[in-house]
């Protein structure tokens, strides 16, 4: 099983950016796929990226396609959410999640297995 521990949130204002991490523990990263959710204050967690084990190919929720980048270093066992373009509206706390032994579509929480403790990310406007 992977361990995940995120750093890298903070207050930024609009329009600006950040770099989240999420180091990862464990032999079996290389071979996971990876993926960062999200919750917003009082809202369901939901999906915004998730990459493949070897890192070139990464899928995206709409509100955040063209804005994020995810991409992950296996020799570091670490994987990144860089944040563009940051609106209000990405106030949350970020996770990052390692895949599990079920895949449908790398979108939803039952195919993760290990969760880290959340960065928060606070947007001003």
């Known amino acids: 099983q992977v361990q995940l521990v995120e750093s890298g949130g903070g207050l930024v204002q609009a329009g600006g950016s950040l770099r989240l991490s999420c180091a990862a523990s464990g032999r079996d990263f290389r071979w996971t796929r990876m993926a960062w959710f999200r919750q917003a204050p009082g809202k369901e967690r939901e999906f915004v990226a998730s990459?493949?084990?070897?890192?070139?190919?990464?899928d995206y929720a709409d509100s955040v396609k063209g804005r994020f980048t995810c991409s992950r270093d296996n020799a570091k066992t670490t994987l990144y959410l860089q944040l563009d373009s940051l609106k209000p509206e990405d106030t949350a706390v970020y996770y990052c999640?390692?895949?599990?032994?079920?895949?449908?579509?790398?979108?939803?929480?039952?195919?993760?297995?290990?969760w880290g403790q959340g960065t928060r990310v606070t947007v001003s406007s």
């Open positions: 990459i493949n084990s070897i890192g070139n190919s990464a």
């Open positions: 999640a390692a895949g599990g032994s079920l895949y449908y579509t790398g979108r939803t929480e039952p195919e993760y297995a290990s």
